[in-house]
């Protein structure tokens, strides 16, 4: 089965934002109705997290609105997938708050918009690509490594703790600083901390379609307010939040300044742009749409130069906000500009209310941020998956988190190209004798099997033969290969006998193909997998009963036929 060839898309294409495809293929009342009750419950979601998210990056609470208000807005108006919902993210957390440290905010606002300018570039140079390349070590280390500074960042204000100064951003001083204030806990904060912690676990296990994490904000703010708790609040830390938004313009650029935040802006940029493509790729999965990788970076980069106009911090795609989105049952993008308007009206009536919010209910909201954000299994996995990929993994995640996340990402790329050199050496050595191109042969130069035409013409049975390294450079390439193929079949047969490597990146893309076709009823047979190839994927949960494993290609056709006149 030869997946069929789409002629190139031209420009104006790939740039066309999905909320225009949308309303081209006819959107009705009945579409905008069902998007605003989307964009409402996703604005419920967002509104404790953006607030808290600001709060753990060194801003004001109400920067973190804005944000969600004006960013939000444009991703999903000039974005290139139809459910991204933007905003701030958890993951910029630490970047965001050593960059204040540093430059001080005005200083954030400068690297946020040179950050936006870099994204627009990246998306019309059409180099969006190329970001799908980094390692899935890589990935699962980083975003672990900010999930565990971000929880470190909530101990003072889970535990109500009283600092001597500043609280320190680097972790090695942060941590000792931490230790020494705790004589200074304030159990009323703690049980505060507890109780919006156990009330979002509790909704989420027994009523899941109830926003958690808005009710302990809410709950937390009245019993403070009712029973005047001594505990710091919004109010208290930052005074009263202002009622609506405003443009600000660019605080005192010069060239000296953008040297200056020349690194910052690149970090923003970088991480801005993984975090987006991921958000939308989690978005396809659940939908089965495609997104246009580098409409959505240049809509990325619009609404980080509006952030920061409108003072607000960097944006991004965000991967909890956007499934939320496609939970709730949204059409296309005008859910996500709905989002962004309910917020905007949130903030007009309700930001004298917001002052009553306690500031450790805000804190176990970013506790359960973290938990969700560590990749718990996929860490585990990948330590046992091979030393190698436990290298680049404990190297990107341990630099994420004692020195930044620009050492996490860089390091990690390096060292994940360097074993895949390694790997594929030693795929060279063992198949040295076989060529990397066969040369043309007389039909009767070998002996050669009948020709089968049922597996051309049965439609029940979809065979792929993959050729060459399946390492993270080609995985986003066969993931799109996947993604062609129409109605599942009964069985799905992947020829791996021309594998000669497999890593864990290119696993990770199988098994989400697998999970796909088995929602679908399809039966997935591999062919021929060499034994390292089949070790990996057997860490990933792709080995037998889950799947059927054959020797060759030609017993994975007989367990086809064998299964078929079963059924």
Known sequence: MTPTVSPPASFRDLFTPKLVTVLREGYGWKDLRTDAVAGLTVAIVALPLSMAIAIASGATPDKGLITAIVGGFLISALGGSRFQIGGPAGAFIPLVASTIALHGYDGLVIATFMAGIMLVAV????????????????????????AVIIFVSQIRDLLGLTLAGPEPAEMLHKLPTLWQALPTVNPIAVVVAVAAIAGILALKSWRPAIPGMLVAVVLGGAATALFALPVETIGSRFGALPTGIGFNGLPGLSLARVRELLVPAIAFAMLGGIESLLSAVVADGMTGRRHRSNCELVAQG??????????????????????????????????????????????????????????????GVLAIVAWNMAEKREFAVLVRASPGDAVVLLAAFLLTVFVDLTAGIGVGIVLGSLLFMHRMAEAMAV??????????????????????????????????????????????????????????????????????????????????????????????????????????LAHFGIAEPRVTIARTLEAAMAAADARLAFT
């Open 431 to 536: 198949d040295s004798k076989v060529r990397l191109l066969d040369e043309d042969m007389a039909d009767d130069a070998a002996p050669r099997t009948p020709y089968a035409t049922v597996r051309g013409t049965d439609r029940r049975i979809v065979t792929y033969h993959l050729n060459g390294a399946f390492f993270f450079g080609a995985a986003a390439t066969v993931a799109s290969v996947f993604d062609r193929i129409g109605d599942p079949p009964a069985i799905f047969i992947l020829d791996m006998t021309d594998v000669p490597f497999l890593d864990t990146t290119g696993a990770n893309t199988l098994e989400s193909f697998v999970h796909k076709l088995e929602r679908a009823g399809t039966r997935v047979v591999i062919a021929g997998p060499r034994p390292a190839a089949q070790a990996t």
């Open 302 to 363: 619009i609404a980080n130069i509006a952030s920061a106009l409108f003072g607000g911090l960097p944006v991004t795609g965000t991967i909890a906000r956007t499934a939320t989105n496609v939970r709730a049952g949204a059409r296309g993008p005008v859910a996500g500009m709905f989002h962004a308007v309910f917020l905007l009206v949130f903030l007009g009536l309700a930001g004298g209310l917001m002052s009553y919010v306690p500031l450790a209910a805000l804190a």
């Open 123 to 146: 998306g019309f140079l059409r180099l969006g690509t190329y970001i799908k390349y980094i390692p899935y070590p890589v990935t699962v280390g980083f975003t672990s490594g900010i």
